[in-house]
């Protein structure tokens, strides 16, 4: 019983990753495009549940769904084109190539990974138990504390890169 | 009979299909409840009696104002993209349900006990301005628009000194567990942590103020700049979920406040669940208080107090408690 549901559950969220990313992919739309992304990235938030890591899963959503996406819809809402219909993108006729190497350069990936991962992977574990977040926390600041730290000096690199821009723009008017 | 009854709700799929209609039953009450009060609240603070024909004092008004919202007809505007236009109320009030579920009433009275359940309000509380975002888009009407993109750079700003303070109190906990930490408070009257963090109470009620959109925070909707701001386009119910979730949101920040901060059920003599509706109406009073007594604050005003109070007293407050934390353990 239980697994059927892991597996339904599986199915689910796999359709609303592929049918996401083929939205972000294919909606002339920008503002439907981001639904199309939203989508995918809340379905590798069930994804995270399935893995029983339901604090990644609620971050995904917290920070990807919450955040990152609202700001790219400002970012959309900001940048529309002087004249042309907001949210827009033009596609040009000339499709058949483009839609070719696309798909090429999409699917090279996937099937190397594919093939190394059915090649040579581990025998699956059996499904581990929610990990308690204080050991998540201990796991950050001992073992991993460099790749932690390194990672806040890569955000505040870019916090101060942002701040930098806003301030040439302002001069510069 | 009984037995079998509550045989079911012990198990873990029956209790969490009783707790879920329990909860649509409570946020649809609580829309009656909240309009009547918000019209009888304004009109004492405006010294005129508010709503008095429909009913005795007035009490059946807010089911007339539903009766009205069901019964009008759903336009869709002109040019609107009609997907999008329509699914922003659904996924505005959608994740109200899933917020409801951690919130503890009472000891035995939780929807689901959740170690992460905090994270799961903040996480699916979000959701909220993204719908504010769809249907500001969707509706291809300008005053929408500036609505959405007002509610954007708010909700996005507010985010962080609501994070702070409530990491200070999770800090203080060492658990995300709504029920864990309502728990620790129960150790009488000082033990609440209003007392112990004023200051992390303080930045929490005005920042969730502000993510609620209620006045003086409401720029989202500013009538008299916007018509409606966001919702300018809907109709009947489109407008009546928008409403709905607005009002159920009120509820799940001032339910997490008193969890939080103000003992969740502790009390004397009544059952815990009555402490714990009085704290969390007391607060949305408050909340109403709010609008009848400040004006509504301009954008940069806005982002200023969020930006040069609110977090950085959120980060001293945070690096104090885990710095006492630190002393005391």
């Known amino acids: 019983m239980e697994e059927m549901v892991a597996s339904a559950a599986y199915g689910l969220y796999l359709a609303l990753i592929v049918a996401g990313g083929l939205a972000a992919v294919r909606c002339h739309n920008l503002v439907r495009a981001l639904i199309g992304l939203i989508m995918t990235l809340f379905g590798v938030a069930g994804m995270y549940f399935l893995m029983a890591a339901p604090f990644l899963a609620l971050m995904q959503i917290l920070i990807y769904v919450g955040a990152v996406s609202v700001l790219i819809f400002f970012a959309i809402m900001l940048t529309r084109a002087p004249g042309g219909e907001a949210g827009h993108e033009s596609l040009r006729p000339r499709m058949g190539l483009r839609e070719l190497l696309s798909v090429a350069s999409g699917l090279l990936p996937a099937v190397i990974l594919a093939g190394i991962v059915a090649g040579y992977a581990p025998p699956a574990l059996p499904l581990k138990s929610e990990v308690p977040l204080a050991r998540l926390g201990q796991f950050l600041t001992g073992p991993y504390v460099l790749a932690f730290e390194l990672i806040s000096v890569v955000l505040v690199v870019a916090m101060a890169g942002a701040v930098l821009l806003g301030f040439e723009r302002r001069k510069g008017q | ?329």
């Open chain 2, 1 to 329: 009979m009984i037995a079998q009854l509550t045989a079911w709700l012990m198990h873990p799929l029956g209790h969490m299909i009783a707790a879920l209609a329990a909860i649509m039953a409570f946020v649809g009450v609580n829309g009656l409840v909240l309009v009547y009060m918000e019209r009888k609240v304004a009109g004492f603070i405006q010294r005129r009696p508010g709503p008095y024909e429909v009913g005795p004092q007035g009490l059946l008004q807010p089911v007339a104002d539903a009766g009205k919202l069901i019964s009008k007809q759903l336009a869709t505007p002109e040019g609107a993209d009609r997907l999008m236009f329509w699914a922003a109320p659904i996924l505005s009030m959608a994740p109200v349900v899933i917020c409801f579920l951690p919130i503890p009433f009472s000891p035995l009275l939780t929807g689901m006990d959740v170690n992460l359940g905090l994270l799961l309000i903040l996480a699916f509380s979000g959701l909220n301005s993204l719908a504010l975002c769809l249907a500001g888009w969707g509706s291809n009407n300008k005053y929408s628009l500036l609505g959405a993109a007002r509610a954007v750079a708010q909700a996005v700003a507010y985010e962080i000194p609501l994070l702070l303070s409530v990491l200070a109190v999770a800090f203080q906990t060492g658990s995300l567990n709504l029920s864990v930490i309502a728990q620790e408070q129960t150790r009488g009257l000082l033990s609440w942590n209003v007392f112990t963090h004023p200051l992390a109470f303080f930045i929490f009620f005005v920042a969730s103020v502000a993510e609620t959109n209620r006045s003086p925070f409401d720029l989202p909707e500013a009538e008299s700049e916007l018509t409606a701001g966001f919702h300018t386009e809907y109709s009947g119910m489109g407008f009546g979920l928008f409403f709905l979730a607005e009002y159920s949101y009120m509820v799940i920040v001032c339910a997490v406040a008193t969890a939080l901060f103000l003992g969740g059920w502790d009390g004397p003599v009544l059952p815990g669940i009555w402490w714990f509706l009085a704290k969390v109406f007391g607060l949305i009073f408050v909340m109403m208080w709010f609008r009848w007594t400040f004006p509504r604050v301009r954008f940069d005003q806005l982002l200023n107090i969020c930006w040069k109070w609110l977090i950085p007293l959120g980060l001293l407050n945070l690096v104090v408690t885990a710095l006492m934390i630190k002393l005391v353990r």
